[in-house]
């Protein structure tokens, strides 16, 4: 099945539950009530992952589902439909350290007007690059004896250049 341009819904693991053991809870079809409200959410259909980020069925716009047959397809954290919002201070990376700010990384987006994950956020499409090269950089600048991070900017610097090629 093509998955292609359909959102990726990320079960947590209450919502993983109720989609794998919950069929009969207390009378109610737990699985096909979390579709109801999803497909009410999505309009358009949607794929439904798995808390390890593999597609194990589909909701139709009528909220029919649709098991997916092995070997399921993994995505990235990045690619999910339902991540949590920066806008209202739900994602985990607004308290990530900021050394540029001396604060966490959301006095940053107010000082700048910036509405951003954190370099390094599990959300954002460049996070691993720039994790990677931030690491790789830091091993060779500790080795020579020098200060890990070159300046405390230089994640932000990084970001910017992952998203540049």
């Known amino acids: 099945m093509n998955l292609a341009g359909f959102p990726l819904f ?5 919502q993983i539950l109720f989609w794998t053991a919950g069929r009969d ?3 109610t079809n737990m699985r096909r009530a979390l579709a109801s409200v999803i497909s009410k959410t999505y309009r358009s259909g949607v794929v439904i992952l798995s808390p390890t980020l593999y597609a194990i069925g589909t909701v139709d716009p009528m909220g029919r589902i649709t098991e997916l047959p092995p ?19 739900q994602c985990a990376c607004r308290n990530y350290w900021d050394p540029e700010v001396q ?3 959301r006095m ?15 959300f954002d499409r460049t996070a691993m690059p720039v994790w990677t090269t931030s690491y790789q950089s830091g091993h060779q600048r500790a080795a020579a004896d020098l200060n890990p991070q070159k300046r405390p900017d230089e994640w932000v610097r990084t970001r910017q250049q992952v998203l540049a090629t």
Do not use: T
């Open 10 to 14: 990320r079960l947590n693991s209450l």
């Open 103 to 105: 604060g966490p990384w």
């Open 108 to 122: 940053r987006e107010k000082e700048r007007g910036l509405d951003i994950h954190h370099p390094f956020c599990q």
């Open 25 to 27: 809870f207390h009378g």
């Open 71 to 89: 070997p399921f397809q993994q995505f990235q954290m990045w690619e999910v439909a339902n991540k949590p919002s920066i806008r209202y201070d």
